[in-house]
């Protein structure tokens, strides 16, 4: 009877670990929706804009969008190895 709690538990610890990094891939795909949706901006306010403050606001959004998808991958990358190294010292890992 306590092997088969100590499964379950195990089991429910594996599921935890995916759906956090399912949850940290979310958040990559949404920093680089926002950064797309940033640049895709300052180009649109570039072209269709000939007036100074939208030129400089647009050439302001696109490195400002690149900066927010860099800045998601990064954090990607930090949650990633954070979670793997935290899986690799745990009992339940394969």
């Known amino acids: 009877m306590a092997g088969s709690s100590t ?17 940290n891939e979310r958040t990559l795909l949404a920093y680089v929706r926002t950064g797309m949706a940033l640049v895709i901006a300052g180009f649109s306010l570039i072209q269709f804009f000939r007036q100074n403050l939208f030129v400089w606001a647009g050439v ?12 998601g991958w990064l954090r990607y990358r930090h949650k990633g190895s954070a979670l793997t190294s935290r899986a690799s010292t745990s009992s339940y890992t394969e």
């Open 60 to 71: 302001a959004l696109v490195p400002a969008g690149l900066a927010v998808v860099l800045l």
């Open 7 to 23: 499964r379950i538990r195990e089991l429910r610890d594996l599921l935890a670990l995916e759906r956090t990094q399912m949850a």
